[in-house]
């Protein structure tokens, strides 16, 4: 009995004993297991990173072949035709009162003491004339006149692009002219226009002086003003 005891315990601690080797040699390939399957992992993240960066790289090569592309598009004829449009943008600007111009011209200083008051009348007949003696740009106190610009006397005062300006005080217009006509028809028609007017206005109190200026300088129109307006046009389609 003490004999087949024994030989039960040997065997049991064997087995035990194989259990163990068993248990550690599936832990160590598992182990490997993971190990390969991390390291198959890392290779297939450094093999993803390498498709990225080519891609990168081959986006980045057709940005500078773009980029050279413009480049040599605008040092050649492109640039002349670009240029063009710029220009004739800028005189369309010039043309519609959007650019402060300067040149020779005429200065006409209107005034009249009380009980006269200034006429939107007066002030809209010399820019009529001087809009038919080829003026190119006009403007009454500072204010430029636009084709919408309005010239009315409202009570005592009289609105010129929706500003107001009292009507006691000094009106000065201001117009650049053809410089060779400015001497020898310009002022001589004008003073003939200022006579009839005063011949109109006989019993006021009224001052008007026209003179010829080297230099005259007309203010753009501000972008507030009436005139300047167009949130309202729709564009043709």
């Known amino acids: 009995m003490k004999i087949k005891y024994g030989r039960s315990i040997f065997v049991i601690v064997v087995c035990v004993v194989l259990g163990v080797l068993l248990a550690l040699q599936m832990t160590n390939l598992n182990r490997r297991s993971r190990s390969r399957d991390s390291l198959q992992e890392l290779q297939n993240s450094v093999i993803e990173y390498q498709r990225k960066n080519q891609e990168l790289d081959q986006?980045?090569?057709?940005?500078?072949?773009?980029?050279?592309?413009?480049?040599?598009?605008?040092?050649?004829s492109e640039a002349g035709a670009i240029a063009k449009i710029i220009e004739e943008k800028e005189n369309y600007a010039i043309f519609a009162g959007l650019r402060r111009v300067e040149n020779e011209?005429?200065?006409?200083?209107?005034?009249?003491?009380?009980?006269?008051?200034?006429?939107?009348?007066?002030?809209?007949?010399?820019?009529?004339?001087?809009?038919?003696?080829?003026?190119?740009?006009?403007?009454?106190?500072?204010?430029?006149?636009a084709s919408t610009t309005e010239i009315r006397a409202i009570d005592d005062q009289i609105l010129i692009n929706g500003v107001r300006f009292d009507r006691s005080g000094i009106f000065e217009i201001k117009a650049i002219v053809d410089p060779d006509d400015i001497n020898g028809y310009i002022i001589p028609y004008l003073e003939n226009v200022?006579?009839?007017?005063?011949?109109?206005?006989?019993?006021?109190?009224?001052?008007?002086?026209?003179?010829?200026?080297?230099?005259?300088?007309?203010?753009?129109?501000?972008?507030?003003?009436?005139?300047?307006?167009?949130?309202?046009?729709?564009?043709?389609?």
Request: hydrophobic share 35%.
């Open 59 to 76: 986006r980045n090569n057709e940005l500078y072949n773009y980029i050279r592309t413009l480049e040599n598009e605008l040092s050649g």
């Open 105 to 145: 011209g005429v200065v006409i200083s209107l005034s009249c003491k009380p009980p006269a008051k200034m006429r939107d009348s007066v002030l809209r007949q010399f820019t009529n004339e001087l809009a038919s003696l080829g003026a190119q740009a006009v403007s009454i106190n500072g204010e430029r006149k």
């Open 194 to 237: 200022k006579s009839v007017i005063l011949q109109e206005l006989t019993g006021e109190n009224w001052t008007i002086t026209i003179k010829h200026e080297d230099k005259v300088v007309i203010p753009a129109l501000s972008e507030d003003r009436i005139s300047y307006q167009k949130d309202l046009l729709l564009p043709v389609e």
